[in-house]
């Protein structure tokens, strides 16, 4: 049987987010693994317009940093037993690519991520970081649909 002793759960503070979390309390629950619940901070990009003078990136990403501990404290203390180790991590880059490095650095077992697709051009283009996850991941990735997830009949 495979060892799990560390589950990488990744959070975007979405409602979809929010589906992964009872599988993930489930599997360290049933392998006495620990935690590790991530949220990625994508970089700002600047505009080019030079009427932007006032835009202070900095200030901008010092309040995402700032939401994103307030956030996962918040989930933590919320919607974890007591009994579940989860540590919070935050990183700040693409979201798979940090997603991917986080998992084989911090030596991870295997991610759970919620999925939910996107529509339109955006997809086509650049396809869902879920996607990129799955197709990239050193340790398997358990992907989880909305609970209420109904296929509608042709």
């Given at each position: 049987?495979?060892?799990?002793?560390?589950?990488?759960?990744?959070?975007?503070?979405?409602?979809?987010?929010?589906?992964?979390?009872?599988?993930?309390?489930?599997?360290?629950?049933?392998?006495?693994?620990?935690?590790?619940?991530?949220?990625?901070?994508?970089?700002?990009?600047?505009?080019?317009?030079?009427?932007?003078?006032?835009?202070?990136?900095?200030?901008?990403?010092?309040?995402?940093?700032?939401?994103?501990?307030?956030?996962?404290?918040?989930?933590?203390?919320?919607?974890?037993?007591?009994?579940?180790?989860?540590?919070?991590?935050?990183?700040?880059?693409?979201?798979?690519?940090?997603?991917?490095?986080?998992?084989?650095e911090d030596n991870y077992?295997?991610?759970?991520?919620?999925?939910?697709?996107?529509?339109?051009?955006?997809?086509?283009?650049?396809?869902?970081?879920?996607?990129?996850?799955?197709?990239?991941?050193?340790?398997?990735?358990?992907?989880?649909?909305?609970?209420?997830?109904?296929?509608?009949?042709?």
């Amino acid at each position: 049987m495979v060892e799990i002793k560390k589950i990488l759960l990744t959070t975007d503070f979405s409602e979809y987010a929010d589906y992964a979390i009872a599988y993930a309390i489930e599997f360290a629950d049933k392998f006495k693994a620990k935690l590790g619940l991530l949220h990625v901070i994508e970089p700002i990009i600047a505009p080019t317009d030079f009427t932007w003078e006032n835009f202070d990136i900095a200030q901008l990403e010092k309040q995402s940093m700032d939401y994103a501990k307030q956030s996962l404290d918040k989930i933590i203390h919320e919607k974890f037993p007591k009994n579940i180790h989860v540590d919070p991590l935050i990183r700040y880059g693409r979201s798979f690519e940090e997603i991917i490095n986080c998992a084989k650095e911090d030596n991870y077992d295997m991610i759970i991520m919620s999925t939910h697709g996107l529509t339109g051009i955006s997809h086509i283009l650049f396809g869902s970081t879920t996607e990129k996850v799955v197709r990239k991941s050193p340790v398997p990735v358990l992907t989880v649909q909305n609970l209420n997830h109904a296929f509608k009949k042709l």
